[in-house]
């Protein structure tokens, strides 16, 4: 089972091996012209980590091209240029900027993808929307529910084609596990477990604030974010650590898994959350977020239990992370790495699956979805709209925020809000500075 590091990694080298077929496919029509009409340019705001894989993964399909690439960091633009080199790449039309507007300004671009972190996918993705762009946003799609509803409006007031980063969504054995769990066999399913143990990620040690690094543009990277002196424990892949700009573990893996186990349930937003943790593991690292955290979710007729936990490997059924849909019949597990269904003993109605490994490349087949939704136009063909990213991060966001607030967290689903008022005002709404607003939509 890949972790995520092996994965990005993997996805790098599937990626650099699909341009020389992309560029065969444009000289040599044996293996079939793309016309014109079906061409799709593309920008890439925030390149350093999914945002570049999603970006390389994209350029695999025939028709598909890069005019620029957008980071705060010139340091990661240059790496990222001379990686297109390395993988003989022309790129004498591929433009490098700092700010985003610049990219969004460009009418011969169709498409972005935005792969900032978390606090600058809400207003890119809207104002991209309001642009005319088309829109891949990587996940959690927003790093407050307010965002994810803003969202969710600009796409419906522009007509945008929007798809969330929750790649699994088109990966094939996740869809067959829920084509199983439909068919009833597993009984009443009363429990479902997400478990998100991560050995490789650790937040950085504790730094003392300093200059910027060369090259970054530090105002522009914190955006709406409240203003703080640069520290490196806080920056490029270590924001997801801190509550100004991202949700932790909760919201970086468990858009991925929480998204399956609502998925797979057919669920709703949770009638109530309960969640505790801390740092327990790491104290003396530098982290906002809980490095251990538990959360439970109650809905009609199941409950929901997440549990994440850093620097440690050993989750349920052995495995660093899954999914269990616990009913009266068998226990169904998944993870990236398969699907299966384990007999319960006690029932008298035998049911079990061996194991099922996946059979495709989930990102590529993601951007793949994305691209053809693009050429033909067909929202509603989307593995994963920006409404789904929404539902999901919004699930999400309320497990932290049991945890943040210290209590029991109650939804009402007719004022679409918490019953506690004041965990809408200090928590659900987005809080921006610097002169930023949450577009009104």
């Known amino acids: 089972m890949k972790s995520r590091r ?37 920008g890439a705001i925030g390149i350093n980590g999914m945002g570049w894989a999603d970006t390389m993964s994209a350029l ?37 900027y700092g700010d985003y507007r610049q990219v969004l300004d460009r009418k011969d671009i169709d498409a972005v993808i935005i792969g900032t972190p978390d606090h600058w996918h809400a207003l890119i993705m809207i104002q991209a929307a309001a642009a005319g762009k088309d829109v891949y ?43 199983f769990i439909r068919t009833g066999q597993l009984g009443n399913i009363r429990t479902v477990k997400v478990w998100c143990y991560q050995g490789w990620m650790k937040p950085d040690i504790k730094r003392p604030d300093s200059e910027p690094p060369a090259g970054v543009d530090y105002k522009q990277w914190l955006g709406p974010a ?19 700009y991202a949700g932790g573990l909760m919201t970086d893996w468990g858009v991925h898994l929480m998204d ?62 899954g999914i269990a849909f616990i009913g009266n019949n068998a226990t169904l597990e998944l993870d990236r790495g398969g699907w299966e269904v384990i007999e319960e003993k ?22 793949e979805n994305f691209i053809k939704v693009v050429r033909n136009r067909k929202i509603e063909q989307l593995n994963c709209p920006i409404q789904t990213g929404a539902h999901i991060a919004t699930v999400c966001q309320m497990g ?3 945890y943040r607030s210290k209590q029991k967290v109650t939804w009402d689903p007719v004022g679409n809000k918490f019953t506690d008022e004041s965990l809408n005002t200090q928590y659900l709404n987005a809080h921006y500075h610097n002169g930023y607003e949450v577009p009104k939509i």
């Open 6 to 42: 092996r994965f990005l990694a993997d996805s790098s080298l599937l990626a650099a091996g699909g341009f020389a077929l992309q560029s065969f496919s444009n000289n040599f029509s044996f293996l079939g012209a793309v016309a014109p009409s079906d061409q799709v340019n593309i």
């Open 60 to 96: 695999k399909i025939p028709g598909v091209n890069l005019l620029a690439i957008c980071d705060i960091d010139k340091n990661v633009i240059d790496k990222r240029m001379n990686d297109l080199k390395k993988a003989k790449v022309d790129t004498s039309k591929v433009k490098t």
């Open 137 to 179: 946003v990587e996940k959690p799609v927003g790093n407050s529910i307010e965002e994810c509803r803003a969202m969710v409006a600009a796409q419906q007031k522009y007509n945008r084609v929007v798809q969330a980063g929750q790649w699994q969504r088109s990966q094939q054995h996740f869809r067959d596990a829920v084509d």
């Open 226 to 244: 409240e203003t703080k002196p640069f520290n490196a424990s806080r920056f490029h892949f270590n924001f997801r650590w801190f509550w100004d």
């Open 260 to 321: 399956y186990a609502i998925f797979g349930m057919d669920a709703p937003v949770p009638k109530t959350v309960s969640a505790l943790g801390g740092e327990f593991a790491y104290p003396e690292l530098s982290q906002e977020t809980p490095d251990t955290m538990g959360a439970l979710y109650e809905f009609d007729k199941f409950n929901l239990i997440w549990d994440h936990a850093m620097g440690i490997d050993n989750g349920l059924f052995g495995k660093d992370h």
């Open 346 to 367: 006690r029932s008298d109605k035998k049911v079990s699956v061996s194991r099922k490994k996946p059979t495709d490349v989930g990102l590529d087949k993601h951007t």
């Open 400 to 402: 932290n925020i049991a």
